[in-house]
């Protein structure tokens, strides 16, 4: 089902979405890769403030490319980064600060999936490489943080975007798994690849 | 002045080739799309063609990884710029990370220090081939992280042959799903040695998708190789689909009679190349 959310969603709107679903998001959404996850995990730790709610927002994982543009930044491109490297810690990220949507591409592993269930959240796919495209659907960057320390690609980008997708839901909150459905017709596809190579 | 010429042209080849998929990419991502019959996959397609269009119209880049800018020389031992062309190259990746823009890509392994201009160490690398003749051409070849982690190499047991070669990369392939950003372009490197059969792989990358080894037997196994990859359903993104890859191609070296290296190179549908010809004279020219 197409659906048009303006962020922040809360815990039971995000319940009723379904592997399936195709998401355009309005409002803000922060990236993190490995390092801006790390640095908001020691953050938690050391009980120390973060600059942003990210309850309120989508989590985006991206490595944009953005331009100075007088005081403010542009977004140049911003597609998703591969999401599983985040895997190592995506489930303690979530339970710390509640994403109610995660943005990136490949899905993720079985600690995501439960946290999700645990949380209430979904992991959306963004098609990979769409960085032009993804550009266009952010109407500016509201800050950024951890810049100097972390670099352009792995520093918390706050966008405010619109109409932001299409995003795929491809894991949700009632243990779907888009990736997991299409296993079995893969291993069966690949028992006819063999036989065939084998002929 | 030659140098400023030259450094204007590498800059140009390098926004030509971050902003305009070549068109046998798009021609193959499109005959793709017409194929797709999963409504999932054939989302991602007409996500790809959108913002390929966006890029090329917009001359911005594609994708955020901007990729690690690899250029691949062939060096016409007459050329009068040979001696100082990496300087060149190298101030070139700086010119473009700031104009084009690029993403900073280049990080320090001990480090982590990025300085910020897609330079460093061994970077940006180039790979050199002498040939004859005073012409120089140069391929650009900017590639993602993404499709670079799924690539590898194996040592294979002589004995499993052909059979095991198939075998080998369709499984890897299959088992890289999404995460190279499917479909993708599959570089197949066999023979010489661990780093001869990866590097075949990648200049088995640069070819046009469309063009077919010269020998026929191997031209069949990429044939084979691209048609059992694709009756996989992995698909666009990994999202399930018709296309897994667009193009398998397959380069080989002789080898050692105890070593079976195979080197599967994974290409982004983002298949991002640009060329560069000099002329002893000076006179340059940029192509897709």
Redesign the interface.
């Known amino acids: 089902m197409k659906r048009e959310l303006t962020l922040p969603i809360d815990e039971a709107r995000t319940r009723e979405l379904r592997v399936?679903d195709?998401l355009y998001l309005t409002g803000r959404i922060f990236t993190a890769r490995d390092e801006a996850h790390h640095r908001m995990l020691e953050a938690r730790e050391a009980d120390e403030l973060l600059p942003f709610d990210p309850s309120r927002m989508a989590l985006f994982h991206?490595?944009?490319?953005v331009?100075k543009a007088g005081d403010g930044w542009e977004v140049?491109?911003?597609?998703p980064?591969?999401s599983?490297r985040m895997e190592l810690f995506e489930d303690r990220f979530l339970e710390a600060f509640r994403p109610r949507i995660v943005i990136g591409?490949?899905?993720m592993g079985a600690r995501t999936q439960a946290a999700l269930e645990t949380v209430g959240a979904v992991y959306a796919?963004y098609?990979?490489?769409?960085?032009?495209?993804?550009?266009?659907r952010i109407e500016r960057v509201e800050a950024v943080h951890w810049l100097d320390e972390l670099?352009?690609?792995e520093a918390a980008w706050i966008f405010a975007a619109r109409d932001f997708g299409?995003l795929?839901v491809?894991m949700d909150s009632a243990g779907g798994n888009?990736?997991r459905d299409?296993e079995p017709?893969?291993a069966e596809?690949?028992k006819?690849?063999?036989a065939?190579?084998?002929e | 002045m030659d140098e400023a010429k030259i450094r204007s042209a590498l800059v140009d080849a390098m926004r030509v080739a971050a902003t305009q998929l070549p068109s046998d990419v798009v021609d193959a991502l499109r005959a793709a799309r017409e194929r797709e019959t999963s409504p999932?996959g054939a989302?991602?397609l007409d996500?790809?063609l959108?913002?390929v269009d966006?890029?090329r119209d917009?001359s911005?880049?594609?994708?955020?990884?901007?990729g690690i800018q690899t250029f691949f020389v062939e060096a016409g031992t007459d050329s009068p710029f040979l001696g100082r062309l990496k300087d060149w190259i190298d101030r070139a990746v700086v010119e473009a990370t700031d104009a084009i823009?690029?993403?900073?890509?280049t990080?320090d392994p001990f480090t982590g220090e990025?300085p910020?201009d897609n330079t460093g160490r061994y970077m940006p690398f180039v790979n050199w081939e002498i040939v004859d003749g005073d012409e120089i051409r140069i391929t650009v070849l900017p590639k993602?992280g993404?499709s670079e982690?799924m690539s590898t190499v194996k040592m294979l047991p002589p004995g499993v042959g052909l059979?095991g070669i198939?075998?080998t990369v369709?499984?890897h392939v299959?088992s890289c799903?999404?995460?190279p950003?499917p479909p993708t372009i599959v570089g197949v490197g066999i023979g010489g040695g661990a780093d001869i059969a990866l590097k075949l792989g990648k200049k088995a990358v640069l070819r046009e998708i469309g063009s077919t080894h010269p020998e026929p037997e191997i031209a069949a196994f990429e044939r084979e190789l691209l048609d059992?990859i694709n009756?996989?359903?992995?698909g666009p993104?990994?999202?399930?689909g018709a296309t897994t890859s667009l193009a398998v191609h397959v380069e080989v070296a002789h080898r050692h009679p105890a070593s079976l290296p195979l080197g599967i190179l994974i290409q982004?549908?983002?298949d991002r190349r640009a060329h560069v010809r000099l002329s002893a004279v000076g006179t340059i020219e940029v192509t897709r």
């Open positions: 399936g195709i991206c490595g944009p490319v331009r140049i491109a911003a597609g980064t591969t599983v591409k490949g899905g796919h098609t990979g490489g769409a960085g032009a495209l993804a550009a266009g670099g352009m690609p299409p795929l491809t888009l990736y299409l017709t893969i596809n690949m006819s690849i063999l065939r190579i084998e | 999932l989302a991602q996500a790809i959108e913002n966006i890029a917009g911005i880049p594609m994708c955020q990884d901007t823009p690029l993403r900073p890509n990080v990025n910020g993602g993404g982690n059979k198939q075998k369709v499984e299959v799903g999404g995460k950003c059992l009756r996989s359903g992995v993104m990994g999202v399930g982004c549908w983002a």
